[in-house]
């Protein structure tokens, strides 16, 4: 198996760039279709999200524009982080269709947070496109739009995700071996 290490653990490849490719596809497909009569405002979510949005925005071929948004989260304790501070979003959001780009959608804390800020800024349509996503471990009521490939709860590497920095390059995504 094609295997990498990162910092102190071992990780082998999981889903490959190929079948990542087949999905994002499959999503771009899905938006130009549904979105073909609006503008939306895509708005990915740093840093994860960094390549699935650039794959992503490269197959869609109706007027749109992408903005970049950063959420800090400070962990009070080691059982809750807390995401409450946004970096970016300078654009007017009053009235856009709002499509959330992420690069895994877990807990589903992360997207609340930024759903309910889109909301206070009065989007007229938020949508969410996450290119992996782990039912078994979201909390949340809200469903997805658009999702990629769904995952169980192991820890993912690769294509944007990192393990304490390490790993974001790396085309394919892989996950824990040791
Ligand atoms: P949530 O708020 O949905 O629980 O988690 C969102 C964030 O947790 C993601 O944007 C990502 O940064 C991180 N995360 C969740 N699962 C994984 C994973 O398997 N690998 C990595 N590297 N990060 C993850
Ligand atoms: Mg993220």
Do not use: W
């Amino acid at each position: 198996m094609n295997t990498v290490k990162l910092h102190d653990k071992e990780f082998g490849v999981f889903i490959s760039c190929d079948e990542i490719a087949q999905a994002v596809n499959k999503l771009a497909e899905r938006i130009n279709a549904d979105y073909a009569s609006k503008t939306p405002l895509f708005v990915a979510v740093l840093n994860g999200s960094f390549m699935f949005a650039s794959d992503l925005m490269k197959l869609i071929h109706i007027p749109s524009e992408i903005t970049f948004v950063k959420l800090a989260s400070y962990s009070g304790t080691a059982t809750t982080g807390k995401v409450n501070e946004l970096i970016g979003f300078n654009e007017s959001i009053e009235g856009r269709d709002v499509i959330i780009l992420e690069d895994i959608v877990d807990t589903g804390i992360t997207l609340e947070i930024l759903v309910n800020l889109l909301q206070d800024k009065k989007a007229n349509s938020i949508a969410v496109a996450t290119c992996l996503f782990k039912p078994k471990a979201y909390t949340k009521k809200r469903p997805l739009e658009y999702v990629g490939i769904e995952v169980g709860n192991e820890f993912l590497v690769g294509y944007g995700l990192d393990y304490n920095g390490r790993g974001r390059n790396l085309a394919d995504i892989y996950k824990i071996i040791k």
